[in-house]
């Protein structure tokens, strides 16, 4: 069982708001990854990390931003909220020496 | 431009028969290749995963094949559970870039 943790699992807000994704992972994984899903669709890698202070996007273009200050905690920020943003946000981390990335609950995020 | 594609969105199968789901990748880069298995509203769960070395992968009921040449991976499900409906991706990465491409996914449903 991964311990990788996502807060919060829902959230509703308002157009504006800024908003902050919470992901930790206690297993002293180097590289973790935010992913973002609508309902049917494939995972689209939105942000990615190699380790502490490392940043880099993604191949599908997000407004949000992301800082690894920590090696157990991966932030994501969106400093406006749009509807546009509605979509489940998915987080996880590398496994070493195996590969397998081990994901979190998710956040669902409905911005109205 | 889809670098992972799942062509079949969906699938049925009685219990007890095999499920067959099929992957295919574009980039001659990929060598690690990971399937997961997602319920609504969590994260994915790694299933199994093969690399670029070997061209077969069992863990119990779960087997996957990699055909190079043809760049395309298969999961086998065998025997068929109903507990097993959900919808799977594979999902495809490089040791160079350490980012994992996700397929759209394919919805399984196992009979009773």
């Known amino acids: 069982e991964a311990d990788i943790y996502q807060t919060p699992r829902y959230l509703v807000i308002g157009t504006g708001k800024k908003i902050t994704l919470e992901c930790s992972q206690t297993m002293g994984h180097d590289k973790m990854y935010w992913y973002q899903q609508d309902p049917g669709m494939e995972l689209h890698l939105i942000h990615y990390?190699?380790?502490?202070?490392?940043?880099e996007k993604g191949d599908l273009s997000s407004e949000s931003t992301v800082s690894r200050i920590r090696t157990e905690h991966f932030p994501l920020t969106l400093e406006s909220a749009r509807p546009s943003h509605t979509s489940q946000y998915l987080c996880?981390?590398?496994?070493?020496?195996?590969?397998?990335?081990?994901f979190g609950e998710g956040s669902r995020l409905t911005v109205l | 431009d889809q670098q992972v594609k799942q062509n079949s969105p969906s699938l049925s199968v009685q219990e007890g028969r095999i499920s067959i789901l099929n992957c295919d990748y574009t980039?001659?880069?990929?060598?690690?290749f990971l399937w997961y298995k997602k319920y609504p509203a969590e994260g994915p769960t790694f299933l199994i995963s093969?690399?670029?070395?070997?061209d077969k992968n069992e863990d119990g009921r779960f087997t996957v094949f990699l055909n190079k040449s043809a760049k395309h991976l298969s999961l086998h499900i065998v025997p068929s559970q109903p507990g097993d409906s959900a919808v799977y991706f594979c999902?495809?990465?490089?040791?160079?870039?350490?980012?994992?491409?996700f397929g759209t996914g394919t919805r399984l449903k196992v009979l009773a």
């Open positions: 093969i690399s670029s070395i070997k």
């Open positions: 996880a981390s590398r496994a070493v020496p195996t590969g397998e990335l081990f």
């Open positions: 990390s190699y380790g502490v202070n490392s940043t």
């Open positions: 999902a495809a990465s490089d040791s160079g870039t350490y980012k994992y491409i």
């Open positions: 980039n001659s880069m990929f060598d690690y």
